[in-house]
């Protein structure tokens, strides 16, 4: 499992185990430590029976019982590792705080995580020796021999899964959700959103079928432009499905005809389930990229042609400076405007569609754009008028917190439009056009000229800079007004 397999669904399925199992490093390599050093206590050395029965009353309690000597033997550790004591179980001793209730819960939580990483590492890897602690040794090895993928590797793996691919791959999925196990549950999720993410035709209707059949509607990307028969299946569920809010989600990913028509509906005679939705019914399309115009017809927040900003570099190597400071100063902070992109660089075939008119140049001010959208007026010729905010930031601007520019490349092969829809799809969500990858609640801006929703341009990810959050950028066609904002976990 750990090579490389020739079969596409098993590669992708053992390159996101590996990642999985690679997560959990830390913690294996923490029990090898603590065993060579000869650390962990026989559970009948002296003083240790004592020591293991309170644990494992305190583990029955918990709900957690556990019968495996070795796990309780290394939980009796936890404690003094956590506090750098050696040897850790001196830290027991009753003229040292004994095993207090804190300490137990320590242990508990340590044992907790073994226990996952075993459930995991057994799931994924069979053949791994049936004793814990020799099974946890195996982990610990083959987490320096996995390989290390990363996005621009499995992103166009699963670009290209067939339908029958991609239902093996979805099988194996929900193979894991079905485990029960947590960290299971999140890592069979993961697959799934990928592949409803990335490949064109996402999840055929029979996973969605197993999916609704186990009343799975989170994330709702899932069902990203699923078949007309499964938006009819979501419809019908709306008066008696299990959350409202994650149903009417899961229907706006459809974004199919009958969710077109059920929302339009709803807009048109509001059903009394409505008053007990945090946001009227036709604003949960916005997370899924549209909404309806005046007039109840579809509109599009974003674009569906997609591209990648690589990069960054900090020399000028790359055809898009982003971040850069102006030398005029902010009216709300009075530190310094800066323009979040400048495309004026880039190939102009990338701007097509929806972003034809969309501004090169996005004028804004950082720091102000992290507390609230900045917006400005773009005209042709690259310049652009601030429109707001004007009154003084709470927040005052300190000089030497500015985010330093850097160089991006605008990559002309597209993307998968959705690609960034789910938090770790991709390791960089800068892009220009596509679904902008959320850290919070969706939040498109409304035009502050004429009130209606902004339609998406380009993302920057400051994360690969070793910095927090994302910068949005939208625009109104219509008004000539751009919007930033800013998101952070
Ligand atoms: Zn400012
Ligand atoms: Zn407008």
Redesign the pocket.
């Known amino acids: 499992m750990a090579g490389r397999a020739t079969n596409p669904v098993s590669h992708l399925f053992a390159i996101h185990a590996a990642d999985e199992i690679r997560s959990y490093a830390g913690r294996l390599t923490a029990v090898v430590h603590a065993v060579e050093n000869n650390w962990v206590p026989a559970h009948d050395d002296p003083g240790v029976p004592e020591l293991l029965n309170t644990l494992r009353q305190f583990l029955i309690g918990a709900g957690l019982p556990e019968d495996n000597l070795f796990l309780l033997c290394y939980g009796l550790t936890a404690p003094g590792m956590q506090r750098g004591i050696v040897p850790p179980l001196m830290v027991l001793e009753e003229n040292r705080g004994g095993f207090s209730a804190r300490r137990q819960r320590e242990a508990e939580a340590q044992i907790r995580q073994l226990r996952g990483v075993l459930a995991i590492g057994r799931f994924f890897f069979p053949q791994l020796d049936s004793d814990a602690q020799k099974a946890i040794f195996e982990l610990a090895d083959l987490c320096n021999r996995l390989p290390r993928p990363s996005s621009a590797e499995w992103l166009p793996g699963f670009r290209q899964l067939n339908d029958v691919q991609a239902n093996q791959l979805a099988v194996e999925a929900i193979r894991c959700l079905d485990a029960g196990e947590k960290s299971l549950v999140e890592f069979g999720t993961r697959i799934l959103q990928r592949l409803a993410c990335f490949r064109d035709a996402g999840l055929t209707e029979s996973t969605c079928d197993d999916l609704i059949a186990r009343k799975i509607f989170w994330p709702s990307s899932l069902y990203r432009d699923t078949s007309a028969s499964v938006a009819r299946r979501l419809v019908d569920l709306r008066d008696h499905g299990p959350d409202r809010n994650l149903l009417l989600l899961a229907l706006a990913w459809t974004r199919s005809e009958a969710a077109l028509r059920a929302f339009q509906g709803w807009t048109e005679h509001a059903p009394p389930w409505a008053k007990s939705l945090y946001v009227p019914p036709q604003q949960y399309l916005l997370s899924a990229g549209w909404c309806l115009d005046e007039a109840g017809n579809r509109r599009d927040v974003i674009s569906l042609d997609c591209f990648r900003l690589t990069g960054p570099s900090g020399v000028s190597d790359g055809n898009v400076v982003c971040r850069r400071s102006l030398s005029e100063e902010c009216p709300s902070c009075g530190g310094p405007k800066g323009v979040l992109f400048d495309f004026t660089q880039t190939n102009e075939d990338l701007f097509s569609g929806p972003l034809a008119e969309a501004p090169r140049r996005i004028l804004c001010c950082l720091h102000c754009s992290c507390y609230g959208p900045v917006f400005t007026r773009y005209h042709p010729d690259g310049t652009a008028d601030w429109l707001s905010p004007l009154e003084p930031n709470e927040f005052a601007y300190e000089d030497g917190h500015s985010r330093e520019h850097c160089y991006r490349t605008l990559e002309a092969s597209p993307i998968p439009p959705f690609a960034c829809a789910g938090l770790d799809n991709l390791d960089d969500a800068s892009a220009l056009g596509g679904i902008p990858m959320w850290l919070q609640d969706d939040e498109f801006p409304r ?1 502050i ?2 009130g ?1 929703f902004m339609t998406f341009l380009a993302q920057h990810d400051n994360g690969p800079l070793g910095e927090e959050g994302l910068y949005n950028a939208f625009f ?1 066609v ?2 000539r ?1 751009a919007g930033v904002t800013y998101q952070q976990t």
């Open positions: 035009c000229d004429c209606r109104c219509e008004c007004v």
